[in-house]
Nanobody, 125 residues
Framework: VQLVESGGGLVQLGGSLRLSCTAPREAFRIRAMGWFRQAPGKEREFVATIRWDGGFTYYSDSVKGRFTISRDCAKNTVYLQMNNLQPEDTSIYYC???????????????????WGQGTQVTVSS
């Protein structure tokens, strides 16, 4: 199952971007979808995730207050609105989804079964 991402690009310091990620309909029942990012030479890190039941959201401290994750259940799509982008946000952003992930594992990239191909976000200063 391949998740399809879009919305990355080049943006100036303080600018905004919105990422989208869609899971194939009826491929699996989603429990949570989220975003991770990985910069060159660094490990993949948690950014934000959302539970499909109830829409509960979770953020890393580094993006809290600047990024907003949301979902459209009818479209099997998750969005990441990124505002006030900083150079340290430059990374490849990956979408992830899982049908049965535990709440305690939502920040763990190893707990997600399905991934997108990644989309580059570059913030210029």
């Amino acid at each position: 199952v391949q998740l399809v991402e879009s919305g990355g690009g080049l943006v100036q310091l303080g600018g905004s971007l919105r990422l989208s990620c869609t899971a194939p309909r009826e491929a699996f029942r989603i429990r949570a979808m989220g975003w991770f990012r990985q910069a060159p030479g660094k490990e993949r890190e948690f950014v934000a995730t959302i539970r499909w039941d109830g829409g509960f959201t979770y953020y890393s401290d580094s993006v809290k207050g600047r990024f907003t994750i949301s979902r459209d259940c009818a479209k099997n799509t998750v969005y990441l609105q990124m505002n006030n982008l900083q150079p340290e946000d430059t990374s490849i952003y990956y979408c992830a989804a899982d049908p049965s992930i535990l709440t305690s594992e939502l920040r763990n990239p190893g707990a997600y079964s399905y991934w997108g191909q990644g989309t580059q976000v570059t913030v210029s200063s």
